[in-house]
């Protein structure tokens, strides 16, 4: 795909142009700007995941990991108003447009940061993430690895990946890292894995 998207400052010219987020509860216009994720439209994955995962905690702090302009964070927070939102990214390009997003669709608990800027003793009620499978498997287990411990007890994972991309090889690996996760949607050759703390976690 030419210059990765998870560059924290991508040297792709700027090309602005917007994605229409339309869901049976939701419709957003929403801008996208060349060197991210998707731009050009609503990722079939993200789609999939947002059609299909139960509603988010009515309160608490929720996540999502890899956020890109912001999509799935702005759905959480437009969903749960009560709950804060962050979105983290390494792509400040990316964050920049999700502040933007967040102010043009009036979704004021959002909240966009570069992972090292999210308080280390935050613990997340839910975690919703199309995650950046195109890093590599071991910094996909890295990522995965610094963000499910910090769920709380009763909170869970819901994460979109394509399975010919190792959706049921990374169900596997989850449960080896003591994380109890199943299936909860398949479609398009894409699967829906809800990530479940792990019993211990409640702990920390």
């Not at 924290?8 to 939701?26: E, M």
């Not at 302009?69 to 990316?94: C, F, H, Q, S, W």
């Not at 966009?112 to 950046?132: Q, T």
């Not at 071991?138 to 994460?159: E, I, K, Q, S």
């Amino acid at each position: 795909m030419g210059e990765h998207y998870f560059e924290a400052r991508p040297g792709t010219p700027s090309r602005p142009r917007s994605v229409d987020l339309v869901l049976p509860d939701l419709h957003l216009r929403l801008r996208t700007d060349s060197g991210m994720f998707s731009p050009d439209r609503l990722d079939p994955g993200t789609r999939i995941l947002l059609e299909t995962v139960p509603p988010p905690p009515a309160h608490g702090t929720l996540l999502d990991v890899g956020c890109g302009y912001g999509p799935i964070a702005l759905t959480m927070a437009k969903r749960a108003p009560g709950a804060t939102v962050i979105g983290v990214d390494v792509n400040e390009r990316a964050l920049e447009l999700a502040r933007d997003n967040a102010a043009s669709t009036d979704t004021g608990n959002a909240r966009f940061l570069l992972p090292g800027e999210v308080d280390p003793e935050l613990r997340f009620s839910a975690l919703w993430s199309n995650p950046p499978i195109r890093i590599g498997k071991p910094a996909l287990h890295d990522l995965l690895l610094t963000w499910l411990p910090r769920l709380t007890p009763d909170g869970a994972a819901h994460l979109v990946v394509q399975k010919h991309l190792g959706s049921d090889s990374l169900q596997r690996w989850l449960e080896q890292q003591g994380f109890p996760t199943r299936r909860i949607a398949s479609r398009s050759a894409y699967r829906v894995l809800h990530v479940a703390a792990r019993p211990q976690e409640g702990h920390l």
